[in-house]
């Protein structure tokens, strides 16, 4: 709900979920997290369900971008998360399919390690905050706006 707010906060709004794309994520998620919007798969979540979400929400084209919140969990190391999301951000990237992504972790210092190799590849991701990734993406679309890139 964090991510939410900071959403609204900086000129951004969630989509509403289309009933095919809600089923889409529950095909990935347990059934006590929630699709609809925001989506969250639950903290206990194994990498492949991150990764599966994560493509799922670059593959579909209403999904304009992704911000993504990680906390710190046993079963899904930070490193691990931010490897994956490295490698399929850049996989879309490459076919051409590059859509903002920005991420916030939350944890111990490991999470700091993680975002900044998610920098280094061209993912905006900050340790500790979910603001300011969220006003990066803000400030990204207002700038598209004025620059008349947008509508």
Not at 65 to 77: D, K, R, S
């Amino acid at each position: 709900m964090l991510l939410s707010d900071a959403i609204v906060d900086n000129g951004l709004s969630l989509m509403e979920i289309p009933e095919d794309l809600d089923a889409a994520f529950r095909r990935f998620i347990p059934p006590f997290g929630a699709a609809g919007n925001p989506v969250d798969i639950t903290g206990g979540e194994p990498p492949s369900t991150y990764e599966a979400t994560i493509r799922l929400g670059l593959e579909d084209p209403r999904i304009h971008a992704l911000v993504l919140g990680y906390w710190h969990t046993i079963v899904t190391p930070p490193m691990v998360f931010a490897e994956l999301t490295a490698r399929v951000v850049e996989e879309f990237r490459a076919r051409g399919i590059a859509k903002p992504v920005v991420a916030s972790l939350a944890g111990d210092t490991e999470v700091e390690e993680a975002c900044a190799y998610l920098f280094e590849r061209g993912v905006v991701a900050y340790p500790y905050t979910t603001e300011k990734p969220v006003a990066v993406l803000g400030a990204k679309y207002r700038w598209a706006r004025s620059a008349g890139l947008l509508t």
